[in-house]
């Protein structure tokens, strides 16, 4: 199976801040890896695929980005509705795996 | 509008067998390139990826679970079931049904969830 090594675990941080979050695959996973953000009690919602495509509606201060096996998803000026859990997946191969998600709270 | 629905019981005794099923809406689980996954998240944890289904029947399962999984697809319902057996308490958690498109494709539609408590 694919290792998705996600950090960091948790993040504090304040409205306007830049942010980013990194996930490592044990494997190349190509650009097949996506971004998901969940708030308590809410199911996943789809940020970004295919490493760096901002869903249908997501605001352009989502981004994504990859070197080699490294991705990183940056928030460029946080808003209070970021304040969640950001979850990577690799979507390369079965079965499908998924980081083990960064806390974004507020600092 | 166009959603996934998890349906299943809230209790499970450890042992039994879980049956979950989830229900489209406003779209077909048997157009040509559409798959429905399942997932799961136990309290305060990850996410788990536990088995998908395509439109034309292929399945694939998680490693760590195919022993216990069996995932089904009933077009007249436009509905996909999804068994666990011999469950336990580490199976308690919030289980999800996921959309997948044609090809490589993320999650890009999510049931609520349905949580499961194991216990005796």
């Known amino acids: 199976d694919i290792q998705m090594t996600q950090s960091p675990s948790s993040l504090s941080a304040s409205v306007g801040d830049r942010v980013t979050i990194t996930c490592r695959a044990s494997?190349?996973?190509?650009?097949?890896l996506a971004w998901y953000q969940q708030r308590p009690g809410k199911a996943p919602k789809l940020l970004i695929y295919?490493?760096?495509t901002l869903e249908d509606g997501v605001p352009s201060r989502f981004s994504g980005t990859k070197s080699g096996t490294e991705f990183t998803l940056t928030i460029s000026s946080l808003q209070p509705d970021d304040f969640a859990t950001y979850y990577c997946?690799?979507?390369?191969?079965?079965?499908?795996?998924f980081g083990q998600g960064t806390k974004l709270d507020i600092k | 509008q166009v959603t996934l629905r998890e349906s299943g019981p809230a209790l499970v005794r450890p042992t039994q067998t879980l049956t979950l099923t989830c229900t489209a809406s406003?779209?077909?689980?048997?157009?040509?390139?559409?798959?429905v996954s399942w997932l799961r998240q136990p309290p305060g944890k990850a996410l788990e990826w536990l088995a998908r289904v395509d439109w034309d029947d292929d399945k694939f399962y998680s490693t760590s679970q195919r022993s216990r999984l069996t995932i089904s697809r009933d077009p007249s319902k436009n509905q996909v079931v999804l068994i666990m057996t011999n469950v336990d308490t580490v199976d308690t958690a919030t289980y999800y049904c996921?959309?997948?498109?044609?090809?490589?494709?993320?999650?890009?539609?999510w049931g609520q969830g349905t949580l499961v408590a194991v216990s005796s």
């Open positions: 494997q190349s996973v190509s650009s097949w």
């Open positions: 996921a959309r997948t498109g044609p090809g490589l494709q993320p999650f890009d539609l």
């Open positions: 295919k490493t760096s």
């Open positions: 997946q690799q979507y390369n191969s079965y079965p499908y795996t």
């Open positions: 406003e779209f077909s689980l048997s157009s040509r390139g559409m798959s």
